[in-house]
């Protein structure tokens, strides 16, 4: 392995920062290295908030109350965006027509290959942080404090800075149970405990009541919640 593939072995999650600051210079490089990612046709369908000040980090914070979101040095909200789409559409004398499930993957694809360049590029530096989805619980609320126009929607934010403590780098399920060759392979229970096992090895004392598995009824095992659904029809992409 060579220095690249043996930094992207060795993520893991910060949620605990140091009161360091990333320098505006090096924010910014790590940002460019984020938008060098492969996206759609070019269309480059995202835009990125970069929230510096307490007090918007604690007005996100009111509605997503984690503190990996009140301590880092930046809070980086992803968006998809289509409304500079429009504008191009429109300036072309198209109808605009972005409601559907294939612009919300087009722009959803890129901004999650934009934000993994993004944090391992501040990993390669000594920076370190986490991705955090739940924004998308408060989806309205959060467009608000960010002013997101019609047509965006937020996606994720990454919680970047220092790193104060690095926990041990948690195991994935094994190559064999994710990668197939030619043809997709259903999985069968035994592989669901066997990995409950090893999360479990893994948490020692840091054990939540709950395993792996068990935890993926509280996603999936009930109807989702309607907040992200009912702010993607107020910004009309749905």
């Not at 792996?212 to 919640?225: A, N």
Request: hydrophobic content about 40%.
């Amino acid at each position: 392995m060579n220095e690249t593939i043996e930094l992207m072995m060795k993520h893991t999650s910060v949620r605990n920062f140091t009161e360091e600051k990333i320098p505006e210079d090096i924010l910014k490089s790590l940002i460019e290295a984020g938008r060098a990612a492969s996206n759609w046709k070019n269309f480059q369908s995202y835009s990125i908030i970069v929230v510096e000040s307490q007090a918007q980090k604690d007005a996100i914070y009111a509605y997503q109350p984690q503190k990996s979101i009140k301590n880092c040095s930046h809070y980086l909200v992803f968006v998809g965006d289509l409304n500079r789409a429009k504008i191009a559409v429109e300036m072309n004398g198209g109808n605009f027509q972005p409601a559907g499930v294939e612009s919300l993957l087009i722009s959803s694809i890129d901004a999650a290959a934009a934000a993994e360049n993004v944090l391992l590029a501040a990993e390669s530096l000594g920076y370190g942080g986490v991705m955090v989805g739940l924004i998308r619980d408060q989806s309205a609320e959060i467009s608000a404090v960010l002013d997101l126009p019609d047509y965006t929607y937020p996606l994720f934010g990454i919680a970047l800075g220092k790193p104060a403590r690095l926990n041990a780098v948690k195991p994935r399920l094994p190559y064999e149970t994710v990668v197939f060759p030619e043809k997709y392979i259903e999985q069968t229970p035994t592989v669901i405990a066997d990995y409950d096992k090893v999360q479990e090895d893994y948490a020692g004392t840091r054990r939540l009541d709950s395993t792996w598995s068990s935890r993926m009824v509280g996603q999936w095992g009930k109807p989702e919640l309607s907040s992200s659904t009912e702010n993607l029809k107020k910004k009309k992409l749905l």
